[in-house]
């Protein structure tokens, strides 16, 4: 049987099933990776979003068990094979996982997210019960919880890992561990991946620190400035751990260090063009992702310079998170420019049962809000012209945070045109 790895939480699922899957393939393994754009084999585009859509009516990370068909067509894959799922709040029904156990659960965050967009999801307390399966569908013996140690809710949910009366392995990573116990779990001989100084990822137990990699060395984390891309790195690396049942193979380091996120992926995308203006480019779409992307812009604006969101929310969401979306962001921001997903000229609006799709709507409520923290904010409604509104008022040493549209590589081949930039 190909072994699982199963990733869940409400941010940063797609960027570390990414690094797991290279990590595995550049190891020599068969890799199949399902994320929300569709799925692959050793890095090999096979299927797409519209693709599933058109198939099941759902999105590829619903069900990702139904790509395993893969390993049965082609059995050469299973030498050596593996997969790697992104597992979205769908997978919480009977069979949205599409198997039945996986051997690495790997469980991120819950952040407010998707809150109302079902009568099931009205608090954070809800969605954590709702992505408990990543816990509840580990094999009964020989699997690993990879968990994040710096999140309440997500530790409240250890309790499923202990139920098992055969022993499963618990990873927890973080920065801070300020809800889990890690002085018992290493004095019982647990290990813990966390950050040294600030500057190397490290296996630690109770004899000490093994150095996993140097985050110098991996330029999406920002030099272990930019906290999200640490969680990420961290999780991918207990993925690992736990596939390799805590023997990680020598060229481990070299092979972390060497991964690099895809330019059109949408995550933490470097622009710059010749007027001294950096562009960087993102999939944040909840209040935490949004705020810490801006921050992190602030970090790299030259002296004088200011940060420019292009922001946009997606429209399944309730008029009060958005907008307390809204206000919390602003104040992350010295200028918001406002578009929407919904425009009725990219995507016109559709039959709706739960929230309604009404062009522009989202991005009415969504900037007024951030007006009522900063009045620096404008509305402009399609996503290419609130490109080329930023990049008329951007300034050398400014540096622009664009949230992509659901079409990742339309939305950065705007960048590139609107800004006359390059990647970096």
Request: proline share 4%.
């Amino acid at each position: 049987m190909v072994p699982k790895i199963a990733v869940t939480g409400t941010k940063g699922k797609t960027t570390t099933v990414a690094i797991i899957a290279d990590v595995l393939q550049k190891l020599g393994k068969n890799v199949l990776k399902v994320d929300t754009t569709g799925h692959f084999v050793n890095g090999e585009r096979r299927s797409t979003l519209d693709d599933s859509k058109d198939s099941w009516g759902l999105v590829p990370s619903v069900c990702p068990g139904r790509y395993l068909w893969e390993f049965h067509e082609h059995p050469e894959l299973r030498k050596n094979g593996v997969a790697v799922l992104e597992c979205s709040l769908g997978c919480s029904a009977s069979a949205g996982l599409g198997y039945r156990y996986h051997e690495v659960g790997v469980f991120l965050n819950v952040f407010e997210d998707h809150l109302g967009s079902s009568k099931r999801l009205n608090t954070k307390q809800d969605i954590a019960d709702a992505k408990q399966f990543v816990f509840a569908r580990l094999r009964p013996d020989n699997s690993y919880a990879v968990f994040n140690a710096d999140d309440e809710l997500v530790c409240q949910k250890l309790s499923l890992v202990d139920e098992s009366p055969r022993p499963r392995t618990k990873v927890p990573f973080g920065l801070t561990f300020e809800h889990f116990d890690i002085a018992s779990h290493l004095s019982q001989g647990g290990v813990v991946l966390t950050v040294n100084n600030a500057e190397q990822v490290v296996l630690r137990a109770s004899d000490g620190d093994k150095v996993l990699a140097d985050l110098k060395q991996i330029p999406w984390t920002f030099n272990g400035a930019f906290p999200p891309s640490v969680w990420n790195l961290l999780a991918a690396i207990g993925a690992v751990y736990g596939y390799c049942k805590g023997e990680l193979p020598e060229n481990f380091r070299e092979v972390v260090e060497s991964v690099r996120l895809d330019k059109y992926g949408g995550r933490l995308t470097l622009l710059k063009n010749n007027a001294g203006v950096t562009i960087l480019a993102d999939y944040a779409h909840e209040k935490i992702s949004l705020s810490y992307v801006g921050d992190l812009a602030h970090t790299q604006v030259a002296p004088g310079g200011s940060v420019i969101g292009v922001v946009r929310l997606a429209h399944d969401r309730t008029d009060d998170l958005m907008q307390e979306t809204g206000r919390t962001i602003a104040p992350h921001y010295d200028k918001i420019i406002v578009y929407d997903k919904i425009d009725g000229y990219f995507r016109p609006a559709k039959d709706a049962i739960r929230f309604p799709q009404i062009p522009g709507r989202t991005s009415q409520i969504f900037a007024d809000a951030i007006a009522g923290v900063n009045p620096n904010v404008e509305r402009i409604v399609r996503e290419d012209q609130a490109l080329d509104r930023a990049a008329e008022v951007a300034k050398p040493g400014d540096v622009v945070v664009v949230i992509v549209n659901d079409d990742i590589v339309r939305s950065v081949d705007f960048i590139r045109e609107k800004f006359k930039a390059e990647f970096m």
